[in-house]
């Protein structure tokens, strides 16, 4: 599974979550669950105050590629989408990979290519 945001736990469970400047966190499920409203099939909310969550956290999608550090940012099926992470031009340039914006540096990955596949808290 790949995972990009924050993440809260809340009553001992982890929830896929949003962070508010309201003092509120926005904790969602996938599945029916009490006290949680149901915004379409397959997805639900519950908003709480951030003094009940327990942990907030933010996780990302980690992997190696040719030998480099990447995060996952995407995928589309037997393809990933890798942001490099070794923060060197010249490696980024050989990888032959597009430059988004100062320092940015994506491709679209085979999936089979993509190893060391984990998740990181950050």
């Not at 490099?84 to 540096?105: Q, S």
Request: hydrophobic residues 35%; glycine residues 10%; negative net charge.
């Amino acid at each position: 599974m790949i995972r990009d945001g924050y993440v809260a736990r809340w009553l001992g469970r982890d929830f896929e979550a949003s962070p508010g400047a309201d003092g509120e966190v926005r904790l969602y499920t996938p599945d029916a669950t009490e006290g949680f409203e149901e915004l379409r099939p397959g997805r639900y909310r519950r908003v709480v105050p951030a003094s009940e969550v327990e942990e907030l956290r933010y996780v990302r999608t980690a992997c190696t590629w040719r030998g480099e550090p990447f995060v996952v940012v995407g995928e589309h099926e037997t393809w990933v989408r890798v942001e490099y992470t070794g923060g060197r031009a010249p490696v980024a340039e050989r990888l032959g990979l597009d430059r988004i914006d100062h320092g940015v540096w994506q491709a679209w990955a085979p999936r089979a290519e993509v190893e060391n596949v984990h998740q990181e808290f950050v």
